[in-house]
């Protein structure tokens, strides 16, 4: 919006060029995502309180001191994220990029999804929400749209491609391949983030962390120097990424101040489904689906956990974890929730160096 502005109404002031520097409207859209969530996020939490008597509903076979610890507190934190992101990208993003319209349609579509799901846990008071088979198909259909319009936004000599780590270029697979893959990424992502939400601010440092290097690789692939000297797929207009990626590092930590523990909210599914489905919008954009799973790789191994744990018990009978996700087994080992939030940030951090110096190692 204010590119257009600057664009149309303003381009002889002097001093306003500096708008039009991809880096500047970034540093922008952290300020003001983290300046609506601070000053929306008391009101909000408020209101929440006031609607949600009871609070999240806490899952009855879940670790027992979260029936004492995180009774009552509200959930759908992630409205207040979803709406300092969109207005942040909005007012700071060129809105005639098809990019950053995609992945807003991914995002607020998961998001919505992710609200029906918490108002029919709270209204049933129970941490049951819509069908799983349900919100699957849902997150199916919503997925082929976004990977289709991807599809038709990135060069057409590379929309059929997959960027693997360590090699300079792309690999062409057939066109079902990939959208079965990217079906895969953007599903898996959104309910890997859903998955890590179980502590007070453990998920929303680690999507702060993919999200900053996600925006980062979105810079290097619009650019075409920096993407040809370290031989990332050059995509034009994907810079602008970079925008919507920094209002999510803003909103983020504006919402990490209510959800720090002890948590004030939770994001919920609100929150939780639609940034997964921002992040994995954004690296299949970008052509670095594969360099998203080691960045985002604390919610690879949620979700893995989960995964083994199910087969394993249905298949033998026997559980490998303690309890599953990852982040109630290392509870029930004596871990505190700070410790084991705190080292899963140090993880992620761990992991996002990792995942960007693959950029480089080719």
């Not at 939490?45 to 879940?62: A, C, S, T, V």
């Not at 601010?201 to 702060?208: H, Q």
Request: aromatic residues 12%; glycine residues 8%; hydrophobic residues 50%.
């Amino acid at each position: 919006m204010v590119l257009y502005f600057l664009n149309n109404f303003f381009s002889d002031i002097p001093g306003l060029a500096i708008f039009n520097y991809l880096t500047v409207r970034s540093v922008c859209a952290i300020l003001t995502s983290l300046s609506i969530c601070l000053i929306v996020g008391p009101r909000f939490i408020k209101f929440m309180e006031n609607k949600q008597k009871k609070g999240q509903p806490i899952r009855i076979d879940g670790p027992p001191s979260h029936l004492l610890s995180k009774k009552g507190t509200p959930t759908m934190g992630g409205i207040l994220i979803l709406l300092s992101l969109i207005v942040s990208t909005l007012i700071w993003s060129d809105l005639e990029n098809n990019f950053i319209w995609i992945v807003l349609y991914s995002t607020l579509s998961f998001g919505i999804l992710g609200f029906i799901d918490d108002m029919k846990k709270i209204l049933n008071s129970s941490s049951d929400g819509v069908l799983w088979k349900i919100k699957l198909i849902f997150q199916i259909l919503i997925s082929l749209s976004v990977i289709y319009l991807i599809i038709n936004s990135v060069p057409e000599f590379i929309n059929y491609s997959i960027s693997l780590p360590f090699l300079k270029s792309p690999w062409a697979v057939y066109n079902w391949v990939f959208v079965l893959f990217s079906l895969c990424v953007l599903v898996g992502t959104s309910n890997a983030v859903n998955l890590t939400d179980g502590l007070d601010g453990l998920a929303i440092i680690p999507v702060m962390i993919t999200a900053s290097s996600m925006g980062l690789i979105a810079y290097l692939a619009g650019n075409y120097i920096f993407s040809h000297y370290l031989y990332i797929q050059f995509i034009p207009g994907a810079g602008e990424l970079t925008v919507i990626c920094a209002a999510l590092f803003g909103s983020g930590l504006g919402f990490l101040w209510f959800n720090a523990p002890p948590a004030m909210i939770f994001m919920g599914d609100t929150g939780s489904l639609s940034l997964g489905a921002l992040l994995a919008s954004v690296a299949i954009s970008v052509k670095h689906e594969i360099v998203l799973f080691i960045i985002g790789g604390i919610f690879v191994l949620e979700a893995a956990s989960v995964i083994i744990q199910v087969s394993s018990y249905k298949l033998t009978g026997r559980r490998v974890f303690m309890m599953a996700p990852l982040h109630h087994h290392y509870e029930q080992k004596g871990w505190s929730e700070a410790t084991v939030v705190i080292r899963f940030w140090i993880v992620s951090l761990i992991l996002a160096i990792i995942g960007l110096a693959t950029l480089k190692v080719r």
